[in-house]
């Protein structure tokens, strides 16, 4: 027996009156993010295109720990955060909504978001440490391989 869908979005302050409706209200959003997307990528406004804060100096305890929890702020571009977060948004409505997750139980929901939460967790990991090992083939002392780009 078919159970209704719910038919709002947006934590409940949009309602629909039916699928159709609720399925264009999202494709209308996901597009809107994706213009918003595209037009960034494009243009790449200068102000996005800096880091906004400079990583803490010293080589206590404390500036390291600084610099590895603000990291995303420290290291990278803002615009790559904003395509990072708008990246994650379009995911979880395409999830959301489109896939039905919202219709789904509580355990299942949390099978399949912790299961991708440790799957992009050691994915990082393993980026990190083989970034850890091209730079130090790269820079190294008797390094055989020489920047030349």
Same mark, same amino acid.
């Given at each position: 027996m078919a159970h209704e869908h719910k038919l709002e979005i947006f934590r409940g302050r949009l309602k629909f009156k039916s699928n159709t409706q609720k399925i264009w209200g999202v494709l209308i959003f996901l597009t809107i993010v994706t213009a918003v997307e595209v037009v960034l990528g494009i243009y790449k406004p200068e102000f996005l295109m800096s880091t906004w804060i400079d990583p803490i100096e010293g080589n206590g305890f404390f $500036?390291?720990?600084? &610099?590895?929890?603000? $990291?995303? /702020?420290? #290291?990278? *571009?803002?615009? &790559?955060? /904003?395509?990072?977060?708008?990246?994650?948004? *379009?995911? #979880?409505?395409?999830?959301?909504?489109?896939m039905h997750m919202r219709d789904e139980t509580g355990s299942f929901r949390k099978m399949v978001v912790w299961t991708g939460v440790f799957l992009i967790c050691y994915l990082i990991f393993i980026l990190l440490q083989e970034g850890g090992y091209v730079f130090n083939v790269y820079n190294a002392e008797d390094a055989l391989i020489k920047k030349d780009f």
């Open positions: $500036s390291t720990v600084g &610099n590895v929890l603000l $990291s995303p /702020i420290v #290291y990278m *571009k803002p615009l &790559n955060l /904003i395509f990072i977060v708008l990246t994650i948004v *379009k995911a #979880y409505y395409i999830t959301w909504d489109f």
